[in-house]
Every structure is written in structure tokens, then in C-alpha cells.
């Protein structure tokens, strides 16, 4: 039978550096571990004392920790690596790379963000299109995946229509500029009728979404977005096998049933080895011209479940008509200047800078990363 501190390294091997998309146990990043009643005491060793990713990096290991029967506290000792654990490091970032080259376009250290639910009508979609605007209001290209194959409606969300082509054998997603930056936009709505019933099922609809992923050219995304269905079924399990490096953003309603329901979809990420990476409460009180609050949702389900969860509450969403107004004719509210706009910029920047920043060079395995994109390259 295996011991506590077993379960804690088979867990930890799970959880990825932000920067080099591998294992912090196999790269060599986890040290001594410790349990005493319960107690868990993990060494964790980074690459500088100063290392921006540090509070991403705690907050995994602390998250993935937190759910090995036997563990109740986690307390982390950070490190700073020797050169000598630092060229072992590199070495065995190398290898990986060669061994585990991506089938798809999307980049290892790409954020990937589910946007989640496990019940219909809290606003996912409405959520997705908005930060995907807010996002690409920051100058930066956003793909957006709309993954709910029966329900999509990004297309009339975001307001971008067409055909979708292939060049190279890939399919090529529709792009819409936003400011200085843009959209990248693939669904089942460019394929299908928008009235029209998808009869498929469920090994079908798994390989639309992989055939989305796989064998579409999201090359050059800064972000991928991606819009789920309800539920913790087949899709849910396809994109959590073939993208290991995303993260769940859960979305309720201040309803305690939708809480709830969005708790087992936490649960499902967890036992999935995807990090859940925040909390949204949409459709918030709303608050009249007058002055008033009218909790039509109730109120707190949001925070209530954060709490539970140990993971932030990114945003709280309040319920305002211009939101679905902007929805129906293409124009979401974060592209106008109001209170919406404003929460999602916010919201926006928060991922940006803590939550799940974008891939580039100012990060404390910087170096690193260009030495082994180098390193792939000429091999």
C-alpha cells in the first residue's frame, strides 16, 4: 500500500511549470516532502529566488496537495535551484520536448482556459465572449474553441460569420480584430445551420472537438479560450486528455442549485488533473436605476464556493440588460464603455498578470525556454 507521501509525488507529478509545460517532479523541482498528522511540508525549488511564476507554482502545488487522502494543511518551502540542478533541469526539459512534440499548433506554454460550468444557463458563453474581447482589447490574439457542439452560439456572440477554409491541411479559424488585437474563432456554427438539431453522439462529438484542436491552426493564439457544454461528459474528458495544460474558470449563478451543480464540475477538473483556476458568479444582483438591489439569483453562491474550493473569486458578474442585449446583435458589453466593460478588463488583467499570464519572455525560466526552443529546433 502506498504511503501519503507517495500519493503526494504521484500528485505533484501532475502539475506543470507555467513556462516549460512539464512536470515539476520529473524537471526535478520537488524535494523533500513531509507528513506529520496530517501536515504536509513540500519542498518546492525554483529556477531564481525571484521567479514571477512563483505564485502560480504555489498555488498548484498547494491545490493538487490539498486533495491526497491523508493531507488536511500543506505548507510550502521555496528554494532556489543550484546551477547543477538547474543544467539537469534543462537537460530533462529537452528530452521532453523531443519525446512529447504537440500534435497540435498550440504551444506548450500557451494558456489554455476552459470555461465551465456543470449545469446550462449560468453564461458561459456570454462570459467567454467577453473576456475573449477584453482580452484581445490588450493587443494580444485570443482562439476562442466553441466545444459545446450542440449548443454553440459564439458566432452570433461575437459577431463574426463565414466559411471556414483549410490551408496546409488545417483548418483555419475566423478572425475578427479587436483594437490592436484579435479573435480566432472556431465552431460547429460555421459548419451547421444555426436552427438545425446536431443527432450525434457521443463518439462523434469527441472527435469533432479533438478534429478542433488537432487539425485546426491556432498558431501564433496568445490565449486559447474554450467554451464547454454543460456537464462533466464526453467532451469535458476529450479536451482534459488532449490539452493537459488547461485550467478551469467555473462560472455559477449566486443560486445555491447552480453552486452546487458547479462544484461537481470542480470536482471533475481535480480528479482530472486540470487546475481550477477560478471562480465566476455571473447574473449577480441587479441593481435598479433607482437605486435598489434585486437579488433575482440570490445572492453569495459565488464567493460560497471559491471558499470551498480554496481558488479565487475572479469576478462578480452583475445582471444587466445591455449584456444580453450586446449578445444578440454581436457587440458584446466589453467592447463598450460601461460598468460590464470595465469588470472585464479587470478581469482580464488579472489573468494577464497573476491568474494565467501569456507566454512570453519575462518569466524566470526565460532563458530556459529559448535555449530549448533552440535546442528542438536544430534536433
Known sequence: MKSVIEDLRERLAHVLDPELGASIVELGMVGDIEVNNGHAIIEVALTTGRCPMRAQIERAVTEA????PGVETVALTMTQMTPEQKAVLMDTARRLAQETAPSTTIGRTTPVIAISSGKGGVGKSSVTANLAVALAAQGLCVGVLDADIWGFSLPRLLGISGEVSAEGGKMQPLERAIGAGSIKLLSMGFLAEEERALLWRGLIVQRAVQQFIEDANWDGVDYLLIDTPPGTGDIAMTLARVLPQMGH???TTPAMAAQRVAARMADFARRSNVRVLGVIENMSPLVCSCGEIHEIFGSGGGSSLAEELGSPLLATIPLR?????????????????NGTAELFAALAHQLMDDI???AGMSGCTARLVAALNDAVESA
Not at 65 to 68: D, G, Q
Request: proline fraction near 11%.
Open 65 to 68: 496537495a490539498r486533495v491526497v
Open 356 to 358: 494565467a499570464p501569456p
Open 321 to 337: 440588460a445591455h449584456v444580453s442585449r450586446g449578445g444578440d446583435e454581436g457587440t458584446p458589453a466589453a467592447l463598450g464603455d
Open 249 to 251: 474558470i467555473i462560472v
